[in-house]
């Protein structure tokens, strides 16, 4: 059980940040969930001050506080090119040793791994520095993808909401799913948003002249997804060879025409899970797949979840209950 949580903060850190770190931990207590939890923010370096909205406040606990948790969560780093205080790194590694668990949010990862606590380890933080994370620390397994990565002693977790998705995943392994969810619901956030989901899919629709011809195919094919619709008949839209036709869809988009259009057919269904209570299998039809069947192991490999997962989350019944 954790009975001593230590959030790490630096100076100037705002006070919109600290509610990913430690805010669902502070509803649970104001609730009675966790009795006895003592939550302490600790200066990760001298003089620290939280501020947001004309407000300064000096941080109470020094890193003594962090050698002497349970928990120990580090919310963010003010830049991934400056290396954290060396004091801290040591006071992480002493409570790591000691049994702690040491949870890094955002760009917090980037102290973890300074600190050597993710070396060999899967881990993620924010997708926009999860390059940055893997080219700094290659001894990192990054997965730039996951909300959240829970390895046991050691977590990560993406950005913004993320944080709190995987507090909650933390309160329900201490206490339990039906407090977590109890918690979620008075937060009005998804119970459970599982760590391997992905932050975020990308449309990867390029910005090219409206007069290329296989851009025009594109925006063709988008009106279209509830088709079957071979790759022959772009390139025969677009009036060129197949070989020339799929050289130059790389040359835009990175990718292959088949892959781009799976890519595209899962967006819709994302969309239609997220917009109505249509059946599953027909949201697959009308985003071209046969089946729920033929859609779901598309839709786990890009999104990290089965579709009537992502509905339990997103949809429109979920938001409601």
């Not at 799929?246 to 890519?263: K, M, N, Q, S, V």
């Amino acid at each position: 059980m954790v009975e001593r949580l230590a959030v790490v903060v630096f100076n100037g850190v705002s006070l919109g940040i600290m509610s990913f770190a430690f805010g669902v931990f502070d509803m649970a207590t104001a609730q009675g969930e966790l009795p006895g939890l003592d939550v302490r923010v600790v200066g990760g370096e001298p003089d620290a001050a939280l501020r947001g909205g004309g407000l300064s406040c000096p941080v109470p606990y020094d890193l003594a506080a962090v050698r002497g948790a349970d928990l120990v969560i580090v919310p963010n780093w003010r830049s991934p090119f400056e290396r954290p205080p060396e004091d801290l790194l040591e006071a992480l590694r002493a409570a790591h040793a000691r049994g702690a668990r040491v949870a890094g949010l955002c760009s917090g990862a980037f102290v973890l791994a300074a600190a050597g606590l993710l070396d060999d380890r899967p881990a993620t933080t924010h997708w926009g520095l999860a390059p940055l994370l893997a080219e700094q620390f290659p001894k990192v397994k990054v997965d730039a993808s996951a909300l959240y990565v829970d390895d046991g002693d050691v977590l990560t977790s993406g950005g913004g909401a993320a944080g709190m998705d995987l507090a909650l995943h933390l309160i329900r392994t201490l206490c339990g799913a039906d407090v977590a969810i109890r918690l979620a619901k008075g937060m009005v956030l998804p119970p459970h948003r599982p760590g391997g989901q992905a932050q975020y899919i990308e449309s990867p629709i390029p910005e090219v002249p409206e007069e290329d011809p296989v851009a025009e195919t594109m925006t063709w094919a988008l009106s279209k997804l509830d088709t079957t619709m071979p790759v022959a008949e772009l390139a025969q839209r677009a009036h060129m060879s197949r070989r020339n036709y799929d050289r130059r869809f790389r040359e835009i988009t990175g990718t292959t025409p088949a892959t781009w259009l799976t890519h595209q057919r899962v967006i819709r269904a994302q969309r239609l899970l997220e917009s109505t209570t249509l059946p599953v299998d027909q949201v697959a039809r009308y985003c071209g797949f046969s089946s729920a069947a033929a859609l779901r192991p598309h839709f786990r490999r890009l999104v990290g979840v089965a579709p009537a997962s992502y509905r339990d989350s997103f949809g429109m019944a979920g938001s409601l209950s």
